[in-house]
C-alpha cells in the first residue's frame, strides 16, 4: 500500500505526475473545479473526481500516501489583508479528517510559506497537533529551484509519517544551488529549459508596449540582441522612473514564482525577450517551467491553463518529495 497516492485539491494533479515519476500510483484524487477535472481525464488520472473536500467521504480510500494542497490565498504574500477566513480553517479540518479516515502511513502538506506563521489556526491549532499524536512530522520552506526547477518558487512543504511504521523521516536534500562553490548542480534557467524542451520555435512574436520600451531604456538595458524576461504589467514604479517600471530577469536565472493567473481572463506574467525580439509566453513555455511533461493535452483556454499549472506543485519538485519517503 505504501506506493499508492491520494490528492485532495488536485488541480491539475501535477504533484501526481511527480508522484507517479518516483514510482507511485495514483488511487483517488479530488478537486471542486470542473476544468481541472476534466484536464486530468483528459491527460490519464482516470482516479480524480470533482467534489467537494469538505465533504467527501474518505474512509472508501485505500492509500499509503495523501497529499494535501489547500487554497493558499489568505497566506499569499500578494494579500496585504492576509487574514485567516472561515473556510481555510475548514479545509485544515477536512484534511484532518482525510487522514484519520484513510490512515495513510505517510503524508505531505504544500502551500506557500505564510500557511506556518504563528496565527494560523489551520495549520498550528489543527493539523500539528493532529498530527503529533500519531505522526513524526517535519516542515520547512524550500526553493524548488534547489532541486532542478527552472524557478525560483518558495513553498511550505510538511512530511509526515506514522510512528507505527517503525520508520524515520529522511531529510530532503537539495541537489542544485545558486551558490557555485556548493559542490551541487547550478540552478537551472529559465532561458535553458525552454531551448532544451524545444519551445522557442513555437513562441507566438509580439511586440513590446511603448512603456517597456522607456522602462528598459531608462534601466540601461540595450534591447537589440539581448534576452530577458521583463514584466508584462506595470504593476510597481520604481523610485525616480517617470514611466511603469518593467521588472527584468536575466536570461541565466530561474523565473520567479509562476503565478496561477487566469481568473479574469489575463494569462501572461512576462514576455520573453529572445535577442531583441518578443514573445508570447506559451502554455508549453509555463509548463517547462513547472517540470511538466510536454505530452499532456491541455484546455483550448490559455487562462484555464495558466491557472491549473500555477497552482501546481511543480512535477519535479513532487518527485523529489515522494523520493524522501523510500524506505
Known amino acids: 500500500m505504501l506506493k499508492t497516492f491520494a490528492t485532495a485539491f488536485t488541480g491539475f494533479d501535477l504533484f501526481g505526475i511527480g508522484a507517479i515519476q518516483a514510482g507511485y500510483k495514483g488511487v483517488f484524487g479530488i478537486d471542486i473545479h470542473q476544468p481541472a477535472v476534466d484536464f486530468c481525464h483528459r491527460n490519464g488520472a482516470e482516479y480524480v473526481v470533482c467534489g467537494d473536500v469538505r465533504s467527501y467521504d474518505y474512509s472508501r480510500i485505500e492509500t499509503g500516501h495523501s ?27 477536512a484534511i484532518v479528517r482525510s487522514i484519520a479516515e484513510t490512515k495513510s502511513e505517510t503524508v505531505s502538506i504544500e502551500n506557500v510559506a505564510g500557511y506556518a506563521r504563528e496565527d494560523c489556526e489551520s495549520f498550528h491549532q489543527i493539523i500539528l497537533p493532529f498530527l503529533a499524536e500519531d505522526y ?25 509519517i506514522r510512528k507505527s511504521s517503525g520508520r524515520y523521516l529522511k531529510p530532503l536534500v537539495p541537489t542544485h544551488s545558486r551558490n557555485p562553490d556548493s559542490g551541487l548542480l547550478p540552478w537551472v534557467s529559465w532561458y535553458d529549459a525552454i531551448e532544451e524542451a524545444g519551445i522557442i ?6 511586440k513590446l508596449t511603448n512603456w517597456q ?3 528598459l531604456i531608462e ?17 510597481r514604479r520604481k523610485k525616480g522612473y517617470e514611466n511603469l517600471f518593467a521588472v527584468i530577469i536575466p536570461k541565466d536565472s530561474p523565473t520567479p514564482t509562476i503565478k496561477a493567473l487566469g481568473h479574469d481572463g489575463h494569462s501572461q506574467q512576462y514576455t520573453i525577450v529572445i535577442n531583441g ?12 517551467w513547472q517540470t511538466v511533461p510536454l505530452d499532456l493535452e491541455y484546455a483550448d483556454k490559455d487562462d484555464v491553463n495558466c491557472m491549473g499549472i500555477g497552482n501546481g506543485v511543480p512535477c519535479l519538485f513532487a518527485q523529489k518529495i515522494m523520493e524522501s519517503f523510500a524506505p
Not at 513524526?136 to 509526515?160: E, H, M, T
Not at 520555435?201 to 509580439?206: A, C, D, E, T, V
Request: overall charge positive; glycine content about 6%; proline content about 4%.
Open 277 to 288: 525580439e518578443a514573445f508570447r509566453i506559451s502554455t508549453a513555455a509555463l509548463a517547462v
Open 67 to 93: 497529499q494535501f494542497s489547500p487554497e493558499c490565498k489568505s497566506f499569499s504574500y500578494a494579500n496585504v489583508e492576509g487574514k485567516e477566513s472561515d473556510l481555510d480553517r475548514q479545509f485544515a479540518r
Open 201 to 206: 520555435p513555437s513562441l507566438k512574436p509580439i
Open 213 to 215: 520600451r522607456a522602462s
Open 219 to 235: 534601466q540601461g538595458f540595450d534591447i537589440d540582441g539581448q534576452t530577458c524576461l521583463i514584466s508584462k504589467d506595470g504593476s
Open 136 to 160: 513524526y512530522y517535519w516542515y520547512s520552506v524550500y526553493c524548488a529551484a534547489d532541486f532542478g526547477v527552472p524557478q525560483v518558487r518558495k513553498r511550505l512543504i510538511l512530511r509526515a
